[in-house]
């Protein structure tokens, strides 16, 4: 089981932490990415991040590696969460429109056993 905490600040950076002991696992944007929104797959497997330059970039939880980038093109992602089976990732546009990330067609899905 992992024990992770996502946490972004006013010095525009994102990090992972352990929260058994406080350590930062890893950083995961670079400064000008600011996030906006953030959220864990169902079963922890992978992190979301929606950008203020309007980028969703997709992380493993357990390493840190960025997995896919997605372009907007339609400013920054005021919500998004994932399917309850993990397959897809529903992206509320700042247009109020929807966009959805078919998880499978990407190459990965949080379905299935951890």
């Known amino acids: 089981m992992q024990y992770l905490l996502v946490s972004t600040s006013s010095d525009l950076n994102s990090r992972v932490c352990d929260t058994r ?35 969703v970039l997709i992380f493993s939880s357990s390493t840190g590696t960025l997995l896919f980038e997605w ?19 529903a992206v509320g546009l700042k247009s109020g429109g929807v966009a959805v990330l078919d998880m499978k067609k990407v190459g990965f899905s949080d379905h299935g056993a951890p």
Do not use: H
């Open 21 to 55: 002991n406080g350590s930062c696992i890893k950083e995961l944007l670079t400064p000008e990415d600011k996030v906006w929104m953030r959220t864990f797959s169902p079963r922890g497997r992978y992190f979301a991040a929606g950008t203020a330059n309007g980028r």
């Open 71 to 89: 372009d907007l093109q339609s400013g920054k992602a005021p919500d998004m969460d994932w399917q309850s089976a993990g397959d897809q990732l």
